[in-house]
């Protein structure tokens, strides 16, 4: 993977407050990170940084749409995502990012790299299971769907009759309902 210049923040000449950063994502940011389970996309990431005198916060939030298929049918359709992390920045002697919300960079570093967080922000946010909004709501037609309703277990919708129950217990329901 090689390095994004745009996601690059160099807070070292920010004033210390909050400062704004908004990025559009599109397939191209995928093709980085070779990662491919999606057509297309259309993701709008907006980054708050907050500069403080001894640390720094980080707070990523992004909204837009994915191009996938459907898991039941193949179709392809756009899935609605959004999400958001906040990761708090700290400065030490080494490098580290173990902790999910705790970044270390080192004393002498002058620039934060985001492109990492926002790629597995957006990658987390897919579901496992993506299904067709039409097939919620029954306004999707395919043949994948015949042939699910062809193969499903229908159900007998008989009525069960009862059959020789002791008189007695029929007296008893009886009293049960004519309350």
């Known amino acids: 993977m090689k390095q994004l210049n745009e996601f690059l923040i160099p807070f070292v000449g920010l004033k210390l407050g909050k400062h704004k950063f908004e990025y559009q994502i599109s397939k191209a940011f995928f093709d980085n990170f070779?990662?491919?389970?999606f057509e297309s996309c259309d993701i709008k990431v907006e980054a708050v940084l907050e500069k403080?005198?001894?640390m720094l916060e980080l707070d990523l939030k992004h909204k837009g749409t994915?191009?996938?298929?459907?898991?039941?049918?193949s179709?392809?359709?756009?899935?609605?995502i959004k999400s958001k992390i906040r990761l708090v920045v700290q400065f030490g002697d080494t490098f580290n990012n173990d902790n999910e919300e705790l970044l270390i960079l080192p004393h002498g570093e002058h620039q934060l790299d985001i492109s990492q967080y926002i790629y597995e922000m957006i990658v987390l946010s897919v579901p496992l299971k993506r299904v067709h909004p039409g097939?919620?709501?029954g306004t999707l037609n395919t043949p994948a769907l015949e042939?699910?309703?062809e193969h499903t277990i229908k159900e007998n919708k008989k009525e069960v009759k009862e059959e020789?129950?002791?008189p007695r217990w029929d007296k008893l329901k009886n009293l049960l309902t004519d309350k």
């Open 34 to 37: 070779e990662y491919d389970d």
């Open 52 to 54: 403080k005198s001894t």
């Open 135 to 137: 097939i919620k709501d």
């Open 75 to 80: 179709e392809m359709f756009d899935l609605p």
């Open 66 to 73: 994915v191009h996938v298929p459907c898991d039941l049918t």
């Open 147 to 149: 042939k699910l309703k």
């Open 164 to 166: 020789n129950t002791d």
